[in-house]
Structure formats: structure tokens, C-alpha cells
């Protein structure tokens, strides 16, 4: 049973940055394409980012700002979060999959396994 355990959300500044964790057990690490997404309140679950067979993937809403990275020896991938702003409060949550079709990586549906969220809150 693959568990992810997100962790490194919080309270910061507009303008401020925050490194989230996601820590995997119960898999090959690095066969598993990993996802970010993000769910603030009212609004659906989306895509943040994704790292796949050696390539990321951003969300337009979130280029330049954030990179998405993992270490396979530690079986965790990262999201530094940077040039913060408010509308990137929400919920964020890492996925997981094993085989990933085309653009499916961005979609919730793409991913068999999910973490229970860490929260992240941005002060303007």
C-alpha cells in the first residue's frame, strides 16, 4: 500500500516562500510519476505540478515560481513554493501514480494515490 505524508505548509507572506515535502513508502519511488495539487476552499482540485519519467510539468498559474523536485534515495519529492502570493492559499496535496497517460499527470483522476494535504496560507 503506497502512503504519502505531506508535510512543510504554513502561515507566510505575500512575497514569502515555503518548501513542501511528500514523503513516500510502499512503492519504487522512482518509477512513480508524483504530483502536486492544490484545492482551495469552494473550488475543485488542481494542478500545480508534476514530476514524470525525468520531466516537470507547471501549471501556467504557478511558472516561474514554483519548481517541482525529487530525491529517489529518500523516496520524496518537493514543491519549493516561491514569490508567493494570496490566491496560492489552499489546501496542497501530493499524488501518486505508477503509469501515467499522456497529459493525465493534471488531472486528479491521473493519480491512484493522494496524501492527507497540508495547508498553506498566504498573507497579502
Known amino acids: 500500500q503506497v502512503q504519502l505524508v505531506e508535510s512543510g505548509g504554513g502561515l507566510v507572506q505575500a512575497g514569502g516562500s515555503l518548501r513542501l515535502s511528500c514523503a513516500a513508502s510502499?512503492?519504487?519511488?522512482?518509477?512513480?510519476?508524483m504530483g502536486w495539487f492544490r484545492q482551495a476552499p469552494g473550488n475543485e482540485r488542481e494542478f500545480v505540478a508534476a514530476?514524470?519519467?525525468?520531466?516537470?510539468y507547471y501549471a501556467d498559474s504557478v511558472k516561474g515560481r514554483f519548481i517541482i523536485s525529487r530525491d529517489n534515495a529518500k523516496s520524496t519529492v518537493f514543491l519549493q513554493m516561491n514569490g508567493l502570493k494570496s490566491q496560492d492559499t489552499a489546501v496542497y496535496y501530493c499524488?501518486?501514480?505508477?503509469?501515467?497517460?499522456?497529459?493525465?499527470?493534471?488531472?486528479?483522476?491521473?493519480?491512484?494515490?493522494w496524501g492527507q494535504g497540508t495547508q498553506v496560507t498566504v498573507s497579502s
Open positions: 499524488a501518486a501514480v505508477r503509469v501515467v497517460f499522456g497529459t493525465m499527470y493534471s488531472y486528479p483522476r491521473g493519480y491512484d494515490y
Open positions: 510502499g512503492c519504487t519511488f522512482s518509477t512513480y510519476t
Open positions: 514530476h514524470s519519467g525525468g520531466f516537470t
